[in-house]
């Protein structure tokens, strides 16, 4: 009976037959990553696992790989890319924003990472086929840009998914806005005498004053009923402390009137118009 090797423990049984090469993560970037091996299949594809469960799968279209490499890059956060040799190239995939191809070269002799420009962090140096023997490499990428790099289609819709998320949430920001600027808004009103039923003009609108969710926009078809027999000659509306401060001005020929303010029971504040008889 044949033993089991170490990196046959971290994934199911039946992914063990079709493994062509694999990577074990190592503990400090595994952490951070929540990866613990990454395989590289026959059918194509690239797994990742964590706890025996797939945490990640990519397409590759190389049912032949030779080998997987992990590089990590740090950018304020640590950067895992994946570099898998094939038989005539080699295939770059990252997983900053989701596991994808960002790269693919073809006729490649070797690769080697090291920090071939002098800028602090790492690239990678590719000698192509057809190349001379040289300390310098044909191509050197920089996987800080390359994480950046989007080729394949999945890549482009997963950017078009985040924008539209991003549109989505500035929609409903500005909604909302729109909802309370409009319930804000205060426009001149007119109340008709008492007894009368007379329409509303069209060209002017009733808010009730209260808190917001008591605001609402009459229709000018409604015919409403007054009390008493007041006036409003005009109204005038400011921002105080960021706040609105309304004020109206009443005319009436009649007896005295106060106004008085309360709370109708169901939450909302009410101005009233009282008539006051004197004895």
Known sequence: MEATEFWETLIPSLYVTITKCYSVVKKHISRCSGVEIVICTSHGEVLEFCDRKIV?????????????????????????????RSENGIIILSRKRGLKVVKRYEDVERVMVSDFSNVGFPQLGIWTKNSKESVTPDKILDLQEGSNTYSDDCSISNILREKNQELSLKIEEYEHKLKVKKHLRLYNSEVTGHGNKLPFPSDSMLVLLGSQSGCRDLDPKEHLERGPSVRIAETWQKMHNGKWVVGISICNNGKRLWIGCGDDGLGVNRVTVFEKHEN
């Open 56 to 84: 990640g799968i990519c397409p590759i279209s190389c049912f032949n790989p030779k080998s997987i490499t992990i590089f990590t890059s740090y950018d304020f956060q640590c950067n895992i890319f994946y570099i898998i």
